[in-house]
């Protein structure tokens, strides 16, 4: 599965610039939006073959909506959506999955595990 692109969708520079270059250095390509409407924007024209997300961004569409935008349009439908935030209580992991993500990882990210579930994401179920 390498090179293949990995949008990463963060208001935080330091956190977009920590988990590309990690990503970056698993072989994959990536693309960044600093917020859910710039991540649409980009999925329209470069569609990534999975979606990093923060959830609290500020203002806007936050990592849960986006999500749900994906996961209701049928060309975004099977796009693998991973969300990560600091704020993870149960409530989160129930909205997490209830709009379709494929987990929720808690900041400050273990970014090996990170990487794991991308590849783990990008991998064909098995028939």
């Known amino acids: 599965m390498a090179n293949e692109l990995i949008l990463i969708v963060d208001d935080d520079p330091d956190m977009l610039a920590s988990i590309g270059r990690a990503v970056r250095k698993a072989g994959y390509r990536t693309a960044v939006a600093s917020d859910g409407a710039a991540a649409l924007a980009e999925i329209s024209t470069n569609p990534p073959a999975l979606v990093v997300s923060d959830i609290l961004m500020p ?13 209701s349009a049928e060309t975004t439908r099977a796009l693998p959506v991973i969300l990560i935030s600091g704020k993870t209580d ?14 929720l990882l808690r900041k400050p990210l273990d970014l090996p595990r990170l990487l794991a579930e991308i590849t783990d994401g990008l991998t064909p179920a098995a028939s």
């Open 90 to 103: 149960p409530v989160d992991h129930f909205w997490a999955e209830e709009v379709g993500a494929r987990l």
């Open 59 to 71: 203002p806007g569409i936050n990592g849960f909506q986006l999500c749900r935008k994906l996961k």
